[in-house]
Structure formats: C-alpha cells, structure tokens
C-alpha cells in the first residue's frame, strides 16, 4: 500500500519569501504524484501532478515540484510568497498497480501562512 | 459548466438517524468518489466508482453504502448516524482512476450530535 507523509502541519513565510512544502511517499510500484491546495470552505484544487514524464512539474499560480525517486520525495516550491497563497496544501499518491490501483491517498495537509 | 454539486451544504442529525448525502457531476466522468476530512488527518477515501454500476471499498468504509445507478449520480449513505462520522464530506470525480485529476466538490459539513 502506498502512503504520504507531509513533514510540518503548518509552514510560515513572509510575502516574497521561498515556499517550501515537503512531502514524501511509499510505494512499491511507480507512483503517480499530486500536489491540490485547498482555500477555506471550499474543495480541492489541483496544483500539478507528476505522471512519469518530466521530473519537474510546473503547475498552476507558480508553484512547482521536482520529484526525485532516488529520496521518494515530490516537493512543492514557490520563489516568491503571495498573501493569496495562504491555504492548506495536500499531497497524494495514486498507483496503476496492486491492490491500491486507483486509489488516491493523501498526506495530512499543510496550512501555509504568508505574512505581510 | 457546475462541475460537481453537493448537497446539503451542511447538516445537524441526530444519532441513529439515516442520512444520505448527494453528489452529481456534469463532465461525464467515469469515475467517482467520496472522502471524509478530518483534522490533522487529511482526506480518507470512503467509497469509490469506477464506472456506473461498479462500487469498491476505500479506506474507511464502515457504516457508509454508496451506489451507482448512472454515470451522474453518487450518494453516500449513512445508515444509522454515530458522532465519529462528525465531518466534512468530499465527493470527486476523474476521467479514468489513478492518472487523471481528480475534480472536487464543495462539500458538507455534517455533525452528528
């Protein structure tokens, strides 16, 4: 079975600053990778999504993530912190193999906050 | 083009009761699915579909029941409501599982007192 770990439940940055939002997965077969943010009282949104093509994802509002199997990790990065960024962000795995084939798990989340 | 609705937005029961949460998607969308969110938790897959008439277990599937009867519709159904299934519920949809993205919708918001 595969799973999702998101390391810090909240991050906090200053307008301007680097966002960095950590996640790493366990799979035991090639994984597809997803990173969806999520404003308050609303669903989800995808940012990008990693399907074995290009190792770096360039997704949506400038965000991006680099997945590196060698250290199963799919980061996602931002150069520059917007106030409207401000929301939780997930991680999820989805697998086309085995007994999870489809199924999309997700990290816990991780509420990022921006500063003035 | 709504993409996913859900309905109610929000609703109190009282345990024990029986309720049924709907969801209905216009993008003709093989697949389907219902989460719970939970703090600190993250999203659980309930139930899924992948195609009309196709239902599988997800992660946390006790004391839920889902069918579907068409491409559209998928309700979730809670047949006797306890207070740990007090949470907010997410229904998407994708093209194909695994590789497509997965669009959600709104929510509801259920408390089960």
């Known amino acids: 079975a595969q799973s999702v770990t998101q390391l810090g439940s909240h991050v906090s940055v200053s307008e301007g600053a680097l966002v960095l939002l950590r996640c790493n997965y366990s799979?035991?077969?090639?994984?597809?990778l997803f990173w969806y943010v999520q404003y308050p009282n609303q669903g989800l949104q995808l940012l990008l999504k990693?399907?074995?093509?290009?190792?770096l994802v360039k997704g949506i509002n400038g965000f991006e993530a680099e997945f590196k199997k060698s250290e199963t990790s799919f980061h996602l990065t931002k150069p520059s912190a917007h106030m409207s960024d401000a929301a939780e962000y997930f991680c999820a795995v989805s697998v086309t193999g085995g007994t999870s084939y489809g199924k999309l798990t997700f990290g816990q989340g991780t509420i990022l906050t921006v500063h003035p | 083009i709504a993409g996913i609705t859900q309905a109610p937005t929000s609703q109190i029961l009282a345990a024990g009761r029986r309720m049924t949460l709907r969801c209905t998607q216009d993008?003709?969308?093989?697949?389907m699915y219902w989460y719970r969110q939970d703090l600190g938790l993250g999203l659980r897959l309930i139930h899924y579909?992948?195609?009309?008439?196709?239902?599988g277990k997800g992660e946390v599937p006790d004391g839920y029941s889902v069918s579907r009867a068409n491409t559209d519709d998928f309700p979730l159904t809670l047949a006797s409501a306890v207070p740990s299934q007090t949470s907010v519920y997410f229904c998407?949809?994708?093209?194909?599982?695994?590789?497509?993205?997965?669009?959600f919708g709104p929510g509801t918001r259920l408390t089960v007192l």
């Open positions: 990693y399907t074995s093509a290009a190792t």
């Open positions: 993008m003709r969308h093989n697949a």
């Open positions: 799979s035991s077969v090639p994984p597809y």
């Open positions: 998407a949809s994708s093209a194909e599982l695994a590789t497509d993205t997965q669009y």
């Open positions: 579909s992948n195609t009309a008439g196709t239902t």
